[in-house]
């Protein structure tokens, strides 16, 4: 069993930055790769970010790409997500996510092992 807490949510002006951080505890946090999805109101949840467990590789949406770094800390047992010159449609709950095929980078929703409560973006114009 893993446990995700994602925490640096919180209201950013366009143009700015936020960065979010989930810590896991329970299970070898090495042992998975990890993710970033959002939901915005009335949309379904997307993909935004994917990194392998090492680090070494990382995968993004194309809205994201250049804006957007994933990263991991795996002697914190912490991914991060940094967003720049963020955007109002990066308007969403964003959610911290672990998928046991360690390799992986473009994460699946269906194949998440687990998920964490979700942290609130809000980008002002």
């Known amino acids: 069993q893993v446990q995700l807490e994602e925490s640096g949510g919180g209201l950013a002006q366009a143009g700015g930055s936020l960065r979010l951080s989930c810590a896991a505890s329970g299970r070898t946090f090495s042992s998975y790769a990890m993710g970033w999805f959002r939901q915005a109101p009335g949309k379904e949840r997307e993909f935004v970010a994917g990194?392998?467990?090492?680090?070494?590789?990382?995968y993004y949406t194309d809205s994201v790409k250049g804006r957007f770094t994933i990263s991991r800390d795996n002697a914190e047992n912490t991914v991060y997500l940094q967003m720049h010159s963020v955007k109002p449609e990066d308007t969403a709950v964003y959610y911290c996510?672990?998928?046991?095929?360690?390799?992986?980078?473009?994460?699946?929703?269906?194949?998440?092992?687990?998920w964490g409560q979700g942290t609130q973006v809000t980008v002002s114009s």
């Open positions: 996510a672990a998928e046991e095929d360690r390799y992986s980078v473009y994460l699946v929703g269906q194949l998440i092992d687990y």
């Open positions: 990194i392998n467990w090492s680090g070494t590789r990382t």
